[in-house]
């Protein structure tokens, strides 16, 4: 009974270790536009939009190396594997704005990249899943060394009373300005 058990998990992992190395080679092609990257507020200060920050992450350790998590002549060793390829990073959802949403605030933004027109931008953001947080609209505000972003984020009224996970997700929405941006600045409205 335990030698099917033991092939079944064997196989098991096997497919997992394939899925993985298969997800990380597929998000290696990257873009050449420039990012860039805005701060982001403390939790719970003024004018962060209260929207969640991005997950902590943790250190991994070294491919091969072993982890005992209780020493002892009694612990569990087990390797990390190794997986060829590049280090995977999560993957926007790509989404649109949507008017008419109840309960609207300003959601702070984490980057900003410019395309090569000068005036699309890729504007990522990090909020939770829907219908609790979608986004409404995006105002754009034009000034001379400055261009304002501000997203703004609600929930789905049509969706009624729903219980949606505390989940942070990275979503990015493109901006289309009517003007080149021209050297100037990309500022968080909302931070």
Same mark, same amino acid.
């Given at each position: 009974?335990?030698?099917?058990?033991?092939?079944?998990?064997?196989?098991?992992?096997a497919?997992?270790?394939?899925?993985?190395?298969?997800?990380?080679?597929?998000?290696?092609?990257? *873009? *050449?536009?420039?990012?860039?990257?805005?701060? *982001?507020?403390?939790?719970?200060?003024?004018?962060?939009?209260?929207?969640?920050?991005?997950?902590?992450?943790?250190?991994?350790?070294?491919?091969?190396?072993?982890?005992?998590?209780?020493?002892?002549?009694?612990?569990?060793?087990?390797?990390?594997?190794?997986?060829?390829?590049?280090?995977?990073?999560?993957?926007?959802?790509?989404?649109?704005?949507? *008017?008419?949403?109840?309960?609207?605030?300003?959601?702070?933004?984490?980057?900003?990249?410019?395309?090569?027109?000068?005036?699309?931008?890729?504007?990522?953001?990090?909020?939770g899943?829907?219908?609790?947080?979608?986004?409404?609209?995006?105002?754009?505000?034009?000034?001379?060394?400055?261009?304002?972003?501000?997203?703004?984020?609600?929930?789905d009224?049509?969706?009624?009373?729903?219980?949606?996970?505390?989940?942070?997700?990275?979503?990015?929405?493109?901006?289309?300005?009517?003007?080149?941006?021209?050297?100037r600045?990309?500022?968080?409205?909302?931070?």
């Amino acid at each position: 009974m335990r030698q099917p058990i033991r092939a079944l998990l064997a196989a098991a992992v096997a497919v997992v270790a394939i899925l993985v190395a298969a997800a990380t080679s597929s998000s290696a092609a990257t *873009s *050449s536009a420039a990012t860039v990257h805005m701060p *982001s507020s403390a939790p719970g200060s003024p004018g962060t939009g209260g929207g969640p920050p991005p997950p902590a992450v943790a250190p991994s350790p070294e491919c091969g190396s072993e982890q005992a998590p209780d020493p002892g002549p009694d612990a569990t060793v087990a390797t990390v594997p190794c997986i060829p390829g590049p280090q995977r990073r999560p993957q926007p959802l790509i989404v649109v704005p949507r *008017s008419g949403m109840a309960n609207i605030r300003s959601m702070a933004f984490t980057s900003a990249t410019v395309r090569s027109d000068d005036r699309t931008l890729d504007v990522r953001f990090w909020s939770g899943v829907e219908p609790c947080s979608v986004l409404d609209h995006v105002e754009v505000a034009y000034g001379t060394d400055a261009v304002t972003i501000t997203l703004f984020e609600g929930s789905d009224p049509s969706a009624g009373m729903v219980a949606c996970p505390d989940i942070a997700m990275l979503k990015q929405v493109t901006v289309q300005l009517a003007q080149a941006l021209a050297g100037r600045r990309i500022v968080d409205g909302a931070a």
